[in-house]
């Protein structure tokens, strides 16, 4: 069994940052590609961000790009989302993923969810 915490949510400005965490126990975190998807209000889950095995490759929706980035760090079993220029539209419930199989920016490809952190982007 996998667990996945989300933290590092919470209330910022207009143009301010966050960086989220999601801390993972259980299978071999390093085996694994993980992702960040997001859930706006009254919204569809959506694709942000996918980071590969070795953390090489990463890859994000274009809503975000040039403003987050995904890292990892394979050896406490740690995956992070720096989150900079928000803006009220990123206002979301965001969760971490592992990837079981498939297309990275599916969520039907990721087999374990954390339960999700809120972030809150006022204007």
């Known amino acids: 069994q996998v667990q996945l915490v989300e933290s590092g949510g919470g209330l910022v400005q207009a143009g301010g940052s966050l960086r989220l965490s999601c801390a993972a126990s259980?299978?071999?975190?390093?085996?694994?590609?993980m992702a960040w998807f997001r859930q706006p209000p009254a919204k569809e889950r959506e694709f942000v961000a996918s980071?590969?095995?070795?953390?090489?490759?990463?890859f994000y929706a274009d809503s975000v790009k040039g403003r987050f980035t995904i890292s990892r760090d394979n050896n406490n079993g740690a995956l992070y989302l720096q989150m900079n220029s928000l803006s009220p539209e990123d206002t979301a419930v965001y969760y971490c993923?592992?990837?079981?199989?498939?297309?990275?920016?599916?969520?039907?490809?990721?087999?374990?969810w954390g339960q999700g952190t809120q972030v809150t982007v006022s204007s």
């Open positions: 980071i590969s095995v070795s953390g090489a490759n990463t």
């Open positions: 993923a592992q990837h079981k199989s498939g297309s990275f920016y599916n969520e039907g490809s990721y087999e374990y």
């Open positions: 259980g299978r071999s975190f390093s085996s694994y590609a």
